[in-house]
């Protein structure tokens, strides 16, 4: 099929930019890169993200760091390694994995990382940057998804965009991007959540249709309309025992089935994880490039 948008492949090209931009820097004699991360305790699919996280530090020439805490760590050591990071100079982004565990407060966790070291773009000064489209980092998945609509040419003046669900990291931020007086944007933008009434009726106006509610193969063919963008945020781990992990990931999209009817799709895997991926590099090249702050 040649309606696929790859974002395996536009992720490499990114990665490869990044790499580049990196010698670059090292020619000057400025440091490498170093994006820190914090992960608290063993989620499988947040382990498996941070360890990816690091490999892709690796392959584009980043120093990278793990700290990995208990699940039972408190709120208040969490927030000291936090500050650790705030205050180290040599280190240039840093995330922390979400989610935490119920006793910690995420909101104190976020509104405690120094605005600009957050390379996920969750700090409230980062979010308002975004809706003001003033310089700031703007978080990883919203800007891989735009950045594969653009690296693909696709027009969306004028479009109408529906996007289902509302997540603050997925969901929320990519409506204010498509709606934004910028290329990708300046699209008309519908955004569904779990009271949206005629959710059917407004996923078949969609000229492009983001996918981010986290529900296996939810959109079907009779959702959708001829020749519509559509892209899937979603990665549900569903039981495979053909799989030596046991599982492999599924998309929000009936991918076989809405497949034919689009003009462009993207698959899961392979499609807006790995550009995730990629802007969180992106980010924290920006950080030591002083193109956000
Ligand atoms: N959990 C799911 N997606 C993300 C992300 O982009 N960043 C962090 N920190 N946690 C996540």
């Known amino acids: 099929m040649n309606n696929i948008l790859d974002g395996k492949k536009t992720a490499a090209t990114i990665k490869d930019e990044i790499a580049r931009a990196v010698e670059e820097l090292q020619a000057v004699g400025s440091k490498k890169p170093h994006l820190a991360a914090i992960l608290v305790g063993n989620d499988g699919g947040s382990v498996t993200y941070v360890n990816a996280k690091m490999r892709d530090c690796a392959e584009v020439g980043f120093e990278s760091t793990l700290i990995h805490l208990e699940e039972s760590v408190s709120e208040d050591k969490l927030m000291e390694e936090i500050k650790k990071l705030n205050d180290n100079p040599d280190v240039d982004g840093f995330i922390v994995q979400l ?139 569903v039981p495979d025992s053909s799989r030596k992990s046991g599982f492999r990931l599924k998309g929000d999209v009936d991918f076989e089935a809405v497949a034919p009817k689009a003009s462009f799709i993207t698959p899961v895997p392979g499609g807006v994880g790995p550009m995730t991926r990629a802007m969180l590099l992106k980010n924290t090249l920006e950080a030591v490039q002083g193109k956000a702050y």
Do not use: W
């Open 99 to 237: 989610p935490l565990p119920k006793h910690i407060n995420e909101k104190r966790v976020i509104m405690a990382i120094r605005p600009d070291k957050d390379v996920d773009g969750f700090h409230p000064q980062n979010v308002g940057n975004m809706m003001l489209n003033f310089p700031g980092f703007l978080p990883a998945t919203p800007y891989g998804i735009v950045q594969l609509i653009k690296r693909h040419g696709i027009e969306t003046s004028g479009k109408h965009c529906v996007v289902v669900g509302r997540s603050h990291i997925v969901g929320s931020p990519v409506s204010v991007l498509m709606a934004r007086n910028a290329y990708p944007g300046n699209c008309t933008v519908t955004l569904c959540h779990s009271r949206t009434k005629n959710l059917k009726e407004l996923c078949q106006q969609a000229d492009i249709l983001i996918c981010a509610l986290g529900k296996p193969e939810f959109i079907q063919a009779d959702m959708v309309k001829e020749g519509s963008v559509i892209i899937d945020v979603g990665t549900t781990r």
